[in-house]
């Protein structure tokens, strides 16, 4: 008996150190997709969760804090695998904004959302390392960022440019700036291929491929920017690991289809929002005037919003009338992939002008199920998913082990997805961080 009282003892004096929350009396949607399940509790130790079930079978430790949920529904917090951090003030882009103070900014504001965890892709510097770092190494107070670092980007073609992104001019660049990335061990890599409806250079084949073998020469994955099918089905083809759009020019077929099932290519984010923004600001947009939206909005972005000549300046691009189709592509695309198994997240673009975070990681989940998706299958995107995409085994999920990244809500999520935005607080490791 006696060899076991000094053990005993210790962890007596470790719990004692150990801060415990619990969370009882709410409705559990878990985020593996199984049906909602009534008076739970939820033991948080350290930000992690160490028991949850019935909430009659919870019995909280001396000196806990305890929370009663009863009438609220807990969902994990939501990962966004398309965003971008830190570059944007009001409606002006520039990597000269890419200070901490931005970035948190953009951060706290995701997660005053419930956007927990949020994958920045390819328009980072430096710093954004630093910052993830230091989150990973303890409990953050606002939004997890994983991020790509500086993705790849060809002078005169799409997507942004130094010091946010590489743009190298011929493929013998691609090693160096490649082993760069992995040497910050960045979580993903970025690249664009494009050529905005013909207006700009795209990225060449054998530039694309190159970043695609280097990547995988390191162990990184890289998620693509593409728009048009046949694009889509070359860097497939060539082994890229995710879509961080829709196909948006035509329907995906078979063949694509096919092709992603057995390279196991995930479209990671179908970026609905993105592609409605680029027509909803032609004319005076409801959204704006919702006061869970506006609130995160500057009166600054308001105002050139709702400014007329802004507005017609929108509806006179030459390509306006097609982006309402780009849309509905992209939402019948979703629908199919996911029909046939291919993996997908959630994903928005949210972060340039105009897309705003938080409020677009909210909006996609509307459009999601207006695409013909259910809001469980939708949930589960924007959770289980996310996390196994982002290789964040302790994330996505609210199961023993994991971090307490959580959502409270007023109203069930799986009966409405609108039901998203009916927070009553958000948790980040066990820390309320909102609001
Ligand atoms: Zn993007």
């Known amino acids: 008996m006696r060899k076991f009282l000094l053990p005993l003892t210790v962890v007596l004096s470790l719990s004692a150190f150990a801060e415990v929350k619990v969370l ?21 130790e350290n ?4 028991s949850i079930g019935s909430a009659a079978n919870i019995k909280p430790p001396a000196g806990a804090q305890v929370i009663d949920l009863t009438g609220k529904f807990v ?6 695998l398309h965003g971008h951090v830190g570059n944007t003030v009001d409606m002006l882009q520039n990597p000269k904004f890419f200070t901490r103070e931005n970035i948190e900014k953009n951060l706290r504001t995701y997660a005053s959302y419930g956007v927990t965890t949020i994958l920045s892709l390819g328009t980072d510097q430096d710093l954004i390392f630093q910052i993830r770092d230091e989150q990973r190494a303890g409990r953050p107070g606002f939004a997890r960022v994983y991020t790509a670092g500086q993705g790849f980007t060809i002078k005169g073609g799409v997507g942004g440019s130094p010091p946010g992104t590489y743009n190298p001019e011929d493929a013998g660049e691609i090693p160096k700036d490649v082993d760069a990335l992995a040497s910050k061990k960045a979580d993903m890599v970025k690249m664009w291929v494009d050529d905005a409806l013909g207006k700009r250079k795209k990225m060449p084949f054998e530039m694309s491929k190159a970043i695609i073998d280097n990547a995988h020469r390191n162990r990184l994955r890289v998620a693509a920017h593409i728009f048009y099918l046949a ?29 992603m099932k057995k390279h196991r290519t995930w479209q990671a984010a179908a970026t609905l929002t993105r592609e409605a923004s680029m027509f909803v600001y032609a004319k005076p947009f409801p959204l704006l005037e919702d006061p869970f939206f506006a609130r995160s909005l500057s009166p600054a972005t308001i105002a050139n919003l709702n400014d007329p000549v802004n507005q017609k300046k929108i509806a006179s691009d030459p390509d306006f009338s097609k982006y309402p189709s780009f849309l509905e592509t992209a939402q019948k695309n979703l629908k199919r992939l996911a029909d046939a198994g291919v993996p997908y997240g959630l994903g928005t673009d949210s972060g340039p002008p105009g897309r705003f975070p938080g409020f677009f990681e909210q ?60 927070i ?9 961080v909102a609001p």
């Open 363 to 422: 909006w996609e989940m509307e459009l999601m199920v207006d695409a013909g998706l259910t809001p469980t299958q939708v949930i589960v995107a924007a959770t289980k998913s996310g996390a196994e995409f982002l290789h964040a085994a302790d994330l996505g999920t609210l199961e023993t082990g994991k971090w307490a990244d959580l959502i409270v809500l007023n109203g069930n999520p799986a009966a409405n997805i609108k039901n998203t935005r009916s």
């Open 24 to 44: 009882k009396n709410f409705t559990l949607i878990d985020g593996t997709g199984k049906a909602a399940i009534a008076d739970v509790g939820m033991t948080i």
């Open 47 to 50: 930000g992690r969760i160490t």
């Open 75 to 80: 969902m994990p917090g939501i990962i966004n």
């Open 424 to 432: 009553d607080s958000v948790y980040i490791a066990g820390n309320r």
């Open 231 to 259: 694009d889509a089905k070359q860097l497939v083809g060539a082994g890229v690991d995710a879509l961080a759009h829709s196909v948006r020019d035509q329907p995906v077929d078979r063949e694509l289809i096919d092709s």
